[in-house]
């Protein structure tokens, strides 16, 4: 019990704030630089899920390896490997539950009472429009298909559907449409069938979305969501493109429409960020039981922080008194 008591002493601080600064540290530069200030335009997926994969090694090599030799195990690679694995996967589960939470708590909701206001207000993340119309005779769409799983053993198709948004019934389209109201369906089936029974699949799938689209109440929505930077923004430009005929930059809007309220738009987010910590943090208490404790390598890893004095010789010069005027030198 005394050598696990200091094995925690030793590494227990620095993996709470090594967690806990990572994950402010990500979030403020995101808020700052992406959310504040636009200098930093990465896609969603980036900010949610590779960053959280990649960002925990920094702190876990720099900080967190050297208090892990302490820790004696039979295998040495593979035990010190699996508590820095436990490390990893605390942050990471941390870090992209955070920063799903940032990207929409930091969203404010702009009322306007026609999409053409939308101009005038500062850039949000959702919309809530008093007045608007949809334009479904001018509709596009556009099919994303891939592979995925282990062994590529599904394989999904996800349709976007986008429709110009107008100030009201009366409005006519007269030139390229900037607003758009974008929709995404998507289903996954398997990627063993034929080319045929896929094909088959595919449009039973894209007729049910278009009734689905027909019968869509979009006078019960609460608000519109703005399309980020994402995958699904390029696909929704693409539809726009697959109904203009010309290339749909950045300058073309899309908005999602959203049924729940703006207040839900966090969903669990915030509290899964705690779970994930906790999880953790209970594997981390538990994986510290059965390896040994080195004392020694605790006060190597001591004296390597102490700082090192540079021991300075230092040479003065005194000049030789100068010579008497009248003396003589010998």
Not at 20 to 29: A, K, R, Y
Not at 278 to 293: E, R, V
């Amino acid at each position: 019990m005394e050598t696990y008591i200091a094995k925690l002493k030793h590494i227990l601080p620095t993996f709470i704030t090594v967690t806990f600064g990572t994950v402010f540290g990500l979030g403020f530069i995101r808020w700052l630089f992406s959310l504040k200030l636009s200098i930093i335009d990465f896609n969603e997926e980036v900010w949610i899920f590779w960053l959280p994969l990649i960002i925990p090694w920094i702190p876990i090599i720099r900080w967190l390896r050297p208090r892990f030799r302490i820790l004696i195990f039979k295998d040495k690679n593979n035990g010190r490997s699996s508590v820095q694995i436990i490390a990893w996967f605390t942050i990471a589960a941390m870090l992209s539950f955070s920063q799903a939470y940032l990207a929409t708590a930091t969203g404010k909701l702009q009322k306007l009472s026609t999409i053409k206001d939308i101009a005038k207000v500062e850039k949000s993340r959702y919309y809530e429009l008093t007045n608007f119309s949809l334009a479904n005779y001018y509709a596009g769409t556009y099919t994303d298909f891939r592979k995925s799983g282990k062994y590529n053993q599904y394989f999904n198709f996800e349709i976007f559907f986008v429709t110009p948004i107008l100030k009201d019934t009366a409005e006519r389209i007269n030139d390229i449409p900037k607003y758009w109201c974008g929709v995404k369906f998507k289903e996954q089936i398997s990627n063993k069938i034929s080319s045929d029974e896929k094909k088959k699949k595919y449009q039973v799938f894209y007729a049910e979305c278009i009734e689905k689209m027909n019968k869509y109440e979009f006078s019960s929505l609460d608000h519109f969501e703005r399309s980020p930077t994402s995958d699904d923004q390029q696909n929704y430009l693409k539809a726009i493109e697959a109904r203009t005929k010309l290339k749909a930059d950045n300058s073309f809007i899309v908005l999602e429409p959203i049924i729940e309220k703006y207040e839900d738009r966090n969903g669990n987010n915030l509290t899964w960020v705690f779970r994930s910590f906790g999880i953790g943090l209970s594997f981390l208490l538990f994986a510290l039981i059965s390896p040994g404790y080195s004392e020694t390598e605790r006060r190597r890893f001591l004296s390597d922080k102490k700082p090192k004095q540079d021991y300075l010789v230092n040479i003065v010069y005194v000049p030789k008194a100068a010579p008497k005027k009248g003396s003589v030198k010998k």
